[in-house]
């Protein structure tokens, strides 16, 4: 067997080496430019191309002279490079009947010792070969790769963007129709707007919230309220710039205001026959603040946009809603949560509408139910131990803010390159029991059951380390190696004791050899059933109970603008993806897998799930009052009219919306002073749904 010693390095393997290392700023390990040289036959070109591409070299290290170790299922068929042996036959001398000897002084010519020289080369340039990009700017700091210096160019040119570079892109009228049922697009007309237009998109997607959107009948102003009101017209003659007035009369401001406007964007958001809407109306009634820096995060700013929508619409339907007069509890969008403490004689019970989760921090921990447990299940190892969080009154909907690591990955210096950050894991549908008051002792056993085999697994992993290396050195590969010389190497020499010894020596190795591998085998199989058990531990029946399928996920690239944000959502069966004006139909593998923005410590940043229903009712329309419904009519008509006649003739359906950029706003008895209604004068018919 060949020994572990490597060769040290000629001077001009020395000089090689200190231009690799110049190359890479002084940082580059002097053993890992050694094996690169020797890989490539100490080709300087090709080793400093390998370098950056992130070849460490490791395929070209001291046991280079042993076979290789092939997959355990695969018969070995020879080594990497045989032990030397004596020659079986005499040298074949090439060179034999050369009559004009061109081939030997060729061989001749190959055998001298060339020098090594530095300079412009006088071939000619190859574009393929070139370590450097003609257009890559030079001065780049000391020791980045060309990954670093994109990305850096990249984040400039992030950072330098203004607001005001964003344009708002107007489309002609023929392609704004909408097509089937192709979701309606949210725009505002101010980009850094985009992050709330797109939190309401996924929120009118939850079946739950958009039947009791439709079902809110405001409740008439008190007799006071009235008396109130004709003391201040008297008064002031003049209208608040937040007032509006409904069908019967009175006005309406402040959260009454707020909830039309969603209830009327909803409307047209169902009904609409135009391919985008303005929300510029919604932003106003919320005075919702602009994502106006890259240095925000949009994370944290939808999140608390999402807490004021679902503040807004649960007091609504509770405190100001003629279809629920006894004032009953909504939980549609929050639900009740604290610490349980039996010390504690009170629970402490907070409303949360969205859970921070921390990503990437760990990558045991890179999938959302994980992610969960690890924020609401106490580590019992760390000091002080904190009470347990759990959850005890379920909503019908529950939205993530996912909230990832800034920190850039680390350099590893085994791959020559930072380490690669992994797609975060969230499922299609997921099951709350295990967070639940009436059921996180069950979940608590399984868990710890769960952690038990976890750690067997790790034992056994440990285990196979052990048997399959030595000091650093794979034993098989070693065994296998020593296989081959007695069997295809080794000779007697007609000595029968050395015939003996060669044969004793193959049986033993040969033993040796499946005694580790059916080891292995059986250290796999018991790992990967142990697995498969932890993983379904919690799926039983008593911990599946409180369902949520997935509904919308909203996404950032790392950028900043307009089109940086986007989402995904689910409506009738489908998965549709809107970044501005443009929807599109994705799969589902897409949502669920998207790697966008991962490079940059972005991506997925908000996921919506609800309670699932029934085929049927989740793809039935909701029942909008008919006057709002009349107003998206006539706006359809208008907005139909103006195309062209050949294109007009071609749409099904005119039962909707407002356009955008909005028409002329014209105020109505039943809405808010808006762009979405015109006057019920207008409106001669009820509007036809019969679709």
Not at 87 to 113: F, N
Not at 124 to 149: H, I, K, L
Not at 244 to 261: A, D, F, I, V, Y
Not at 458 to 469: C, G, N, R, S, V
Request: hydrophobic share 35%.
């Amino acid at each position: 067997m060949g020994g572990g010693r490597v060769m040290p390095a000629t001077p001009q393997e020395v000089a090689d080496i200190e231009m690799l290392s110049s190359m890479m700023g002084g940082s580059l390990d002097h053993a890992h430019a050694l094996r690169l040289l020797r890989k490539h036959q100490n080709n300087l070109e090709k080793a400093a191309s390998a370098l950056l591409e992130g070849d460490n070299g490791e395929d070209a290290g001291a046991f280079a002279d042993l076979p290789a170790l092939e997959p355990l299922d695969t018969a070995t068929v020879g080594p990497r490079t045989p032990p030397p042996s004596r020659p079986e036959k005499p040298v074949i001398d090439l060179t034999k009947d050369d009559d004009d000897g061109e081939l030997a002084r060729a061989l001749q010519a190959s055998l001298e010792d060339q020098p090594t020289t530095f300079g412009p080369s006088d071939r000619a340039p190859d574009p393929n070969w070139a370590m450097v990009s003609s257009n890559t700017a030079v001065g780049a700091p000391s020791g980045m790769s060309q990954d670093e210096e994109a990305m850096s160019r990249a984040i400039e040119a992030s950072l330098s963007h203004t607001i005001g570079e964003d344009i708002y892109e107007e489309l002609p009228l023929e392609e704004r129709i909408r097509k089937g049922d192709t979701p309606v697009a949210l725009r505002p007309t101010s980009s850094g707007l985009t992050y709330a237009a797109l939190i309401l998109h996924g929120i009118f997607f939850i079946p739950q919230v958009r039947n009791a959107v439709a079902t809110w009948l405001p409740k008439p102003p008190s007799d006071d309220e009235m008396d109130d009101d004709d003391e201040e017209d008297e008064e002031d003659e003049r209208v608040e710039e937040d007032e509006t007035t409904t069908e019967s009369g009175p006005r309406m401001s402040g959260l009454t205001r707020q909830m039309w406007s969603i209830m009327e964007l909803f409307t047209n958001m169902d009904l609409a026959r135009m391919s985008e809407l303005s929300v510029d109306a919604v932003m106003e009634a919320f005075n919702v603040k602009k994502w106006s820096s890259p240095a925000e995060r949009p994370g944290d700013m939808s999140s608390n946009f999402y807490r004021s929508v679902t503040y807004v619409v649960e007091q609504a339907l509770e405190a100001d809603n003629l279809n629920n007069v006894e004032g009953e509890e909504v939980r549609l969008l929050t639900l009740r949560y604290g610490h349980l403490d039996p010390r504690l004689s009170s629970r402490g019970v907070s409303l949360l509408a969205c859970l921070s989760v921390n990503v990437g921090s760990n990558p045991e921990t890179n999938d959302l139910v994980s992610s969960l447990a690890a924020e609401l299940i106490p580590d019992p190892t760390k000091k002080p131990v904190v009470s347990r969080q759990v959850i005890f009154d379920a909503s019908e909907s529950i939205s993530f803010q996912l909230v990832r690591d800034a920190t850039p990955p680390s350099y590893d210096p085994t791959v020559g390159r930072r380490s690669e950050r992994a797609t975060f894991k969230y499922p299609l549908s997921i099951y709350l029991d295990q967070f639940m008051e009436k059921s996180y002792e069950l979940a608590d056993r399984k868990r710890a059951a769960q952690l038990t085999l976890l750690q067997k697994v790790k034992d056994l992993e440990a285990k196979k380390k052990a048997i399959l290396y030595f000091e650093s050195k794979d034993t098989l590969a070693d065994l296998q190696s020593c296989l081959y010389y007695y069997e295809n190497v080794a000779e007697s020499d007609g000595d029968p004791k050395r015939a003996d010894e060669i044969r004793e020596n193959k049986e033993k190795l040969r033993h040796a050899i499946d005694k580790i591998k059916e080891e292995v085998h059986n250290i796999d199989v018991s790992v990967e059933r142990m697995r498969d058990e932890a993983r379904g531990m919690l799926d039983c029946p008593e911990l599946q109970k409180h369902r949520y399928d997935l509904r919308a996920v909203i996404v950032h690239d790392g950028f900043f603008g307009r089109s940086h944000l986007y989402s995904y959502v689910k409506y009738k069966g489908k998965w549709w993806k809107t970044v501005d004006y443009l929807v599109t139909e994705v799969s589902e593998d897409t949502v669920l897998n998207d790697p966008t923005g991962l490079h940059l410590g972005a991506g997925p940043y908000i996921l919506i799930y609800s309670r699932p229903l029934s085929q049927e009712k989740e793809n039935a329309r909701a029942p909008w009052p008919h006057h709002v419904k009349d107003s998206v009519k006539h706006n359809n008509r208008m907005f139909f009219a103006q195309l062209p006649p050949e294109v007009a003739s071609r749409v099904e359906d005119p039962n909707s919306p407002p356009s955008s950029p909005p028409l002329a706003p014209t105020p109505s008895e039943h809405t808010i002073e808006s762009d979405i209604v015109e006057p019920p004068e207008s409106r001669d018919e009820p509007m036809d749904l019969t679709v």
